[in-house]
Nanobody
Framework: QVRLVESGGGLVHPGGSLRLSCTAS????????IGWYRQAPGKERELVAG???????TYEDSVNGRFTISRDGVKNTVYLQMNSLKPEDTAAYLC???????????WGQGTKVTVSS
């Protein structure tokens, strides 16, 4: 069983930065798929950034160039560095660890990001 705990959310002004962290316990992070998702009120959950097969990064178009996903194997933590934040980035951000062949799909509880002046 994998337990994921996110942290780092908060209130930030437009143009500001935040770094989200997701720490896993119970197992090392998946080498199949790791992702940061977000869900704004009234909207569907969407993939913001991911690491596939251990090293391939992918980003949603609206955050490409502003957000960076990374992992620290020693700390068993995945980060999402968010720069040049916009009000439309406001959402709950959730960490996901997905194993291959349907062996597991784990979610954290989420951390809230609010971008407002």
């Amino acid at each position: 069983q994998v337990r994921l705990v996110e942290s780092g959310g908060g209130l930030v002004h437009p143009g500001g930065s935040l770094r989200l962290s997701c720490t896993a316990s119970g197992s090392p992070f998946s080498m199949y798929s790791i992702g940061w998702y977000r869900q704004a009120p009234g909207k569907e959950r969407e993939l913001v950034a991911g690491i596939l097969t251990g090293s391939i990064t992918t980003y949603e178009d609206s955050v490409n160039g502003r957000f960076t996903i990374s992992r620290d194997g020693v700390k068993n933590t995945v980060y999402l560095q968010m720069n040049s934040l916009k009000p439309e980035d406001t959402a709950a951000y959730l960490c996901n660890d997905r194993r291959s062949k349907g062996k597991g799909d784990y979610w954290g509880q989420g951390t809230k990001v609010t971008v407002s002046s």
